[in-house]
């Protein structure tokens, strides 16, 4: 993008202050902000007036889940088709891997987080080890597409190609970044993190769908004869991936979408409980649930609310086609941003003092008509890294990995 371009852009959005010091930046830092202002979507600012609008829900009602019982009676049916469907090529994963480690003490991608005792051993291992799993029992590789962000990207691709993408096969890893949404103040004006760097963050795990569109790797999907993604995050370490059973169940049932999800510990976890939102599937988030649903019980006299998701979901192709053009919900979140203020220096605020934007997979699911509440057992399927120490941490992560005879 040329500075004329890039001026065209921001001033049609009122953001003409992104350029204020273009003429003191070196050659490089001219080059990085003009491409990060092709990158990034301006649009979203407009809807910083709409804040309480968007956080509007439906009629919140419980879905019926495919319990563990039940697809036990069916496990080898549908573990026979979704073998079937795998070693046909008809199922790609997507790794969502925009993140990085801070909140573990980490400056580098969450995925190259060492949870190793006495040997190392990565969370991106962990993850390809379960996928390769299936590679073995099915004798063909899985499509793996890893979503990545610009804060994370080089290191991202330069650290697993270090590693020879721990035996997984290159010809079938392809990497694509996330979009970017800026960063802005309560009134929709951009910050600037530096004189030639905008404040912008990954624009959500909705976005995984458009991103791989916008970069061209629905070609490869198409080409490659892929008619499902199993979406799954970076950070639980013992979640199965594009799993014979699931993949098999989804189809069989004729849903758009799967989910999967494990018994809540206690109804106030936090874990968004899968359910209907004026009678399409939808998620509503652990502060969202009411004293009133926490204790709603279902026929068998079992919490109606009781199933959270873990963020591994296998989406249909060509349902995810048809409402990619859509425009999805946009979810508004006060943060504390750091900035530039008049006089070029940057400020921390101790407060928040503006809006990050971004879209969530829950939306995607409710665009479609059918979900699959596919249950799975907590402690083999979910060992989720959010935090060093604690509920959802490193720790807890290790403990569980060692009870499933993993070494470490």
Sequence with gaps: M???????????????????????????????????????????????????????????????AMKLSEIEEGKSAYTAKGIGMLRAGKVGAVLLAGGMGTRLGSDNPKGMYNIGLTKEVYIFERLIR??????????????????????????????????????????????????????????????????????????????????????????????????????????????????????????????????????????GEKVGSICLEDGRPSIVEYYELTKEMAEEKDAAGEPAYNYGVILNYLFRVKDLEEIVGQEMPLHIVEKKIPYLNEAGETVKPEQPNGYKYESLVLDMIHMLDSCLVYEVVREKEFAPIKNLTGTDSVESARELLKLNGIEL
């Design 2 to 64: 040329k500075y004329e371009e890039a001026l065209k852009k921001v001033s049609g959005y009122g953001q003409e202050h992104i350029l204020r010091y273009f003429d003191e930046l070196s050659g490089e830092e001219k080059e990085s902000l003009l491409r990060q202002i092709a990158q990034t979507d301006f649009s979203v600012l407009s809807k910083a007036s709409e804040r309480e609008k968007n956080q509007k829900r439906g009629v919140i009602t419980p879905i019926v």
């Design 130 to 267: 379960n996928l390769l799993d299936v590679v073995e029992q099915t004798g063909n590789f899985i499509h793996l597409f890893i979503m990545t962000s610009e804060k994370n990207h080089e290191k991202t691709t330069a650290f697993l190609k270090e590693k020879n993408y721990f035996g997984y096969a290159p010809e079938y890893v392809s990497f694509f970044m996330q979009d970017m949404a800026p960063a802005s103040d309560y009134n929709g004006k951009v910050y600037m993190e530096q004189k030639g760097l905008i404040s912008a963050s990954p624009n959500g795990n909705g976005g995984w769908f458009s991103s791989m569109k916008r970069a061209g790797i629905l070609d490869t999907v198409h080409k490659a004869g892929i008619e499902w993604l199993n979406i799954f995050a970076v950070d639980n370490v013992l979640q199965r991936i594009a799993d014979p059973c699931f993949v098999g169940a989804v189809a069989e049932k004729d849903c758009a979408v799967g989910a999967k999800v494990i018994r809540k510990a206690e109804p």
